[in-house]
C-alpha cells in the first residue's frame, strides 16, 4: 500500500472541534447506564476522603476509559478530546481520577467488587453473555503476576510466574481471578483479588469461589456448575468452600506419594483410549499428541488431616512418554507413561469430565485480554489503588463483552481488542440538529456497519421486554 498524493501536498491540521474518535464507547456507556453502574457506583461506594466525592461519575469515567483502550491514568484524557465533552457529561481529568483511585480503602474496594457482581447479573439479563447457562456452567480460577518496576509499590514482591513456558521469578503484584464460562459462551469476570506479588496461589482462593459462585446463580447459572483449577487449588479448604457454595470441583491433583499409589492400583484393562479432536503440543515432549487413555478410581484425598479427608473421583490420563533413543535402534521394551491426575466429584462421565476439565485454561484468555488492555500496568504505588483499578478492569471486561454479544455472534467471542478495534475506536463526526439533539456521522461503506449499528439499537434503542 502506498500513498495516493505526494506526501508533501499532504497538510494536517486540528482545527475541528466535532470530531470523536472513539464513537463506539456511545452505545456501551449507554448500556452501562441503562444495566445501572452509575447507580450502583453510588449506592455502594462509600468514600470517606474529599477526593472519594461522586464515586458514581469517577468509576463510570474510569471504566469508558479502559473500554476505550486506557491503560493508565494518564491515558483517560482521551476522554476530553474532540467532540467527547458533547457526548458524555460529567468527564473528569485524570489527576482528579488518580486522586479518587488513592482515596481508596480496602473496604473501598470490596464496595467496588459488590457493584461488579451486581452489574454481571444485569448485563447478564439484558446481552446474551451466558447462553447454556441454566444447563451448564464453568468457573475457572487462576492467577496472574503483574510485573512493577516502582520502588515503591505497595505489596510489590518477587512470585512465580511463567514467560515463554519457563516458570521465573518476577517482581510485581498477584491478581486472582474468577471467571464464568459455558460450552458456548466466552468467559466473564465474576470475581477478582489483587494480592502482595509473593502470595500463595491459593491465598484467599476459597472465599473468591464462593463468591463467585453466588454471582454465577445470579447471573443466571441455574443448572450444574463446576469449578476447575489447576494444582495450585489443590487443598481442602478450597474443594470444601466449592461443595458448600453447591458447585461441583474439578481440580489437577498434585503426584504426591498417595496419589502415585493411588494410580499404581488402576488395573490395566480399566484404561480406555481416547483420540482428541485436535492434536495437542506437548510442551515437554515437545511433540504433537493425539492419543491417550483415561482411568478412574474412587479416592479420599487429604486424609492426613483431621476433618479434612474428601471422598470424590481420581480422573487419570495417561500419554505414552516418548523414547528419545529408539532412533539409535534402542527400541522400548514396554511403553512408559506420563500420567495427569484430576481430583473431582463433577456429575459426569469419565470422557466428559476429563475433556471439560483440559479446558479450564480459558481463563488464560481474560488475562492475555487485560495484559493487552487495562491490566499492562497497575498504575499506583498505593495497593488498594491497583485494588480498584483490578476490579473497574474486571467491570470493563464485563461491559464490553455485553457489547460484542449484542453486536454479532462472532464478536461474542472475540477478544477485547478486537471488539475495541472493530466497534469501539471508529471516528465520527457529532453534528447539532435543534436544540438537545446529536448526530454522529460514521464512515461510509464501512465493513462494520451492521454490527454496530445492531450493538446501537440494542444498546441505545427503546428497551427491550424482559423474558418471564
Known amino acids: ?25 456511545v452505545p456501551v456507556m449507554a448500556l452501562a447506564e441503562r444495566a445501572g453502574l452509575h447507580a450502583l457506583a453510588r449506592r455502594h461506594v462509600r468514600i470517606g476522603a474529599k477526593a472519594g466525592v461522586y464515586p458514581e461519575v469517577k468509576v463510570t469515567c474510569l471504566v469508558a476509559g479502559m473500554a476505550a483502550g486506557a491503560d493508565s491514568i494518564d491515558d483517560m484524557d482521551l476522554l476530553r478530546h474532540g467532540a467527547m465533552p458533547d457526548l458524555f457529561g460529567g468527564i473528569r481529568a485524570p489527576s482528579t481520577l488518580g486522586s479518587f483511585l488513592r482515596s481508596f480503602t480496602w473496604g473501598n474496594v470490596r464496595q467496588l467488587e459488590k457493584v461488579n457482581r451486581e452489574l454481571l447479573a444485569e448485563l447478564a439479563d439484558r446481552a446474551p453473555l451466558l447462553p447454556g447457562a441454566g444447563v451448564l456452567a ?12 516502582g520502588h515503591q509499590k505497595q505489596g ?4 512465580h510466574t511463567k514467560i515463554s513456558g519457563k516458570t521465573v521469578l518476577v517482581r510485581g503484584l498477584n491478581a486472582l ?7 458456548r459462551a466466552a468467559p466473564v469476570i465474576a470475581a477478582t483479588r489483587l494480592r502482595g506479588g509473593s502470595a500463595n496461589t491459593a491465598r484467599g482462593a476459597a472465599s473468591l469461589l464462593a463468591g463467585a459462585i453466588g454471582t454465577a446463580r445470579a447471573a ?6 463446576v469449578a476447575r483449577m489447576d494444582s495450585g487449588y489443590y487443598n481442602s479448604a478450597v474443594c470444601q468452600a466449592v461443595r458448600r457454595a453447591g458447585a461441583f470441583f474439578s481440580v489437577t491433583a498434585r503426584a504426591d506419594a498417595a496419589v502415585k499409589a493411588a494410580i499404581a492400583s488402576i488395573p490395566q484393562d480399566a484404561w480406555t483410549p481416547i483420540k482428541y479432536p485436535r492434536a495437542i503440543w506437548d510442551g515437554q515432549l515437545r511433540a504433537w499428541v493425539s492419543d491417550a487413555e483415561i482411568a478412574e478410581i474412587p479416592y479420599t484425598a487429604f486424609a492426613s488431616k483431621k476433618g479434612q479427608a474428601i471422598t470424590a473421583r481420581l480422573i487419570v490420563r495417561r500419554v505414552k512418554d516418548l523414547n528419545r533413543k529408539a532412533g539409535q535402534g534402542q527400541d522400548e521394551l514396554f511403553p512408559v507413561w506420563r500420567y495427569h491426575p484430576v481430583f473431582t466429584d463433577s456429575p459426569f462421565t469419565l470422557p466428559q469430565a476429563e475433556e471439560q476439565h483440559r479446558d479450564h485454561a ?3 484468555q481474560v488475562f492475555a485480554d487485560w495484559t493487552d488492555g487495562p491490566m499492562a500496568h497497575l498504575p499506583s504505588g498505593r495497593f488498594p489503588a491497583n485494588a480498584a483499578w483490578l476490579t473497574c478492569a474486571a467491570i470493563t471486561a464485563n461491559l464490553v463483552r455485553a457489547a460484542g454479544c449484542l453486536a454479532s455472534p462472532a464478536h461474542a467471542k472475540a477478544r477485547g481488542a478486537t471488539i475495541r478495534a472493530d466497534l469501539i475506536d471508529v471516528a465520527a463526526r457529532a453534528a447539532h440538529r435543534g436544540r438537545g439533539n446529536l448526530i454522529l456521522h460514521l464512515p461510509e461503506y464501512w465493513h462494520r456497519e451492521a454490527e454496530w449499528q445492531s450493538l446501537f439499537h440494542k444498546a441505545c434503542g427503546p428497551p427491550q421486554a424482559r423474558a418471564a
Do not use: W
Open 1 to 25: 500500500m502506498r500513498l495516493s498524493h505526494d506526501p508533501v501536498k499532504i497538510s494536517a491540521c486540528f482545527d475541528d472541534p466535532n470530531l470523536v474518535s472513539r464513537a463506539g464507547l
Open 138 to 149: 464453568f468457573v475457572d480460577v487462576d492467577s496472574m503476576q503483574r510485573r512493577v518496576y
Open 156 to 159: 510489590a514482591a518477587f512470585g
Open 177 to 183: 481471578a474468577a471467571v464464568v464460562s459455558t460450552p
Open 220 to 225: 443466571g447459572c441455574t443448572g450444574i456448575i
Open 362 to 364: 480459558v481463563v488464560e
